[in-house]
């Protein structure tokens, strides 16, 4: 159990959090209903509409805020000044979501958000829209305790992190001096598992590629042509084969050439954490769990690049059978990438390697989709120090130093921009379903992530 003690101030922020308890979760379920999929062309007014409640949120909270437009979905910004001197703290979040229908196996309609057990389950529960209100109520919770005074408060909760923040490294550059910071705090992110609170201080990068291979005019006969015309979905199947080479390791040449190994001792805390591969196994559903050779599940998870299909297609997959030879073969995949590697590097040594081994017959489109660069965060900060402090103070229990093997573009571009590092602070759950179908958020995670948000910002302004 926590061995520390709250201040009188961060005491009257938790009273405050827990009387409000109940119209937070209300608020919560507002936001949840609304359908901002930032992918989906179709969803543009529930775009607008989240950017306005986000907006309304801050505005109500007592921040002076703005729409900021974007090339595409708008940046919601938010500030309140504290005493002059103050270290300025800025809140990182994203109101967009990743798209959901019933048919990928959601038990309930996933923007009609429902409560049980203390957990409440919709599309946008934890990744964002559930950890990023937590933030905020922490706030709110700090200003009523004046415990938000002595220091400075920036948000921006943006549109586009599900669609790879396309536009963020722009706005970020062209709102340098208002973005100026002194750390990010960003809950965007996991525990190592229940009531195991974590601090974050890696992330994977990720480069994404969509192939389109093209062979005959049109789809043809099988009995006719097959076997004196290059059949484009066997090829991609072979280049596919190509790209994994044995024992779990990606056969692009050069793919290693930048991958640093992590140190002994680094290996050894990761290895040292509380983590099972049986019940990693239960909570993926999978009849086995393996990967590259001569790394823990952790390891792999965190620290090894990965080559993956994300999704194929080519030639007649509906009912029965139809004898074709397709005449288009297309697939999508994403690379996850570790320290030091460059997504475009990337994206060019694994074209170019396509390109290689490319038979006669077809010819191969590249188009290129979402790229991050992986982060390691500095762990020998104050801020990080606090951290680790507020963390305890909001979950009553010491946290854990993890990495993640998911990415947020900009944290990379807080730091290279702006020289800011990030604090990670994830308050969901591995298990939470994130992109998936019934994604969920536990409501007593929602409340510790603003407690620990209240005592970070104490913490930091006693510093
Ligand atoms: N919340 C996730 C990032 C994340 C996932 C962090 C898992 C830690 C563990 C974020 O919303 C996300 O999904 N990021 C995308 C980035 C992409 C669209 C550029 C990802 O990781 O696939
Ligand atoms: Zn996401």
């Not at 480069?207 to 043809?220: A, H, I, R, S, T």
């Not at 507020?390 to 990495?403: D, S, T, Y």
Request: aromatic letters at 6%; glycine letters at 8%.
């Amino acid at each position: 159990m926590s061995e520390v003690t709250n201040s009188p101030k961060l005491q009257k922020a938790i009273e405050f959090i827990e009387e409000n308890e109940l119209s937070f979760r209300q608020q919560l379920i507002e936001f949840l209903k609304i359908p901002s999929v930032s992918s989906d062309s179709t969803r543009l007014e529930a775009m607008k509409e989240a950017a306005n409640w986000t907006q309304s949120w801050l505005d109500e909270a007592g921040l002076k805020t703005e729409i900021l437009p974007t090339e595409g979905h708008p940046v919601v910004y938010g500030e309140r000044e504290g005493k002059a001197g103050a270290k300025t703290i800025l809140i990182y979040g994203h109101y967009d979501v990743q798209p959901a229908v019933m048919a990928d196996g959601w038990y309930q309609q996933p923007f009609e958000p429902t409560i049980k057990n203390d957990v409440v389950v919709a599309r946008g529960a934890t990744d964002d829209k559930g950890q990023a209100l937590a933030l905020l109520c922490g706030l709110k919770a700090a200003i009523h305790a004046h415990l938000a005074n002595d220091v400075n408060v920036k948000v921006i909760i943006e549109g586009e992190e599900e669609i790879g923040s396309p536009n963020l490294v722009p706005f970020i550059r062209e709102h340098r001096d208002r973005l100026s910071a002194d750390v990010v705090v960003i809950s965007d992110s996991s525990q190592l598992g229940p009531d195991m609170p974590a601090i974050t201080y890696g992330l994977r990068g990720l480069q994404c590629l969509e192939v389109v291979l093209k062979g005959p005019k049109q789809d043809l006969h099988s009995g006719s042509y097959g076997g004196a015309v290059v059949n484009p979905a066997n090829v991609l199947t072979r280049i596919i084969n190509a790209c994994q080479g044995p024992f779990g390791k990606i056969a692009i040449p050069h793919f290693y050439d930048k991958v640093k190994e992590l140190s002994d001792e680094e290996r050894r805390e990761i290895n040292d954490l509380p983590f099972e591969d049986s019940e990693f196994q239960k909570e993926v559903g999978a009849p086995a769990i393996s990967g590259e050779e001569g790394y823990s599940t952790l390891e792999r998870k965190w620290t090894r690049p990965t080559f993956d299909v994300n999704g194929l297609v080519s030639g007649h997959t509906g009912e029965g059978v139809k004898t074709v030879l397709p005449s288009e073969a297309r697939a999508k995949f994403s690379m996850r990438l570790v320290p030091d590697q460059d997504p475009e590097e990337i994206r060019q040594l694994t074209e170019e390697f396509i390109l290689s081994i490319l038979p006669e017959g077809v010819t191969a489109e590249f188009i290129p989709e979402h790229g991050a660069r992986p982060v390691v965060t500095s762990r020998e900060t104050e801020e990080f120090a606090a951290s680790l402090r507020a963390i305890e103070k909001g979950f009553g229990k010491k946290p854990v130093l993890i990495r993640e093997g998911g990415s947020i573009p900009v944290v990379n571009t807080f730091k290279e921009e702006l020289g800011i590092d990030s604090l990670l602070i994830g308050l969901g759950l591995p298990d939470d379903g994130a992109h998936g179908p019934n994604e969920k958020f536990s409501l007593i995670d929602f409340k510790r992530g603003m407690i620990t948000f209240s005592a970070l910002l104490e913490e930091l302004s006693q510093e």
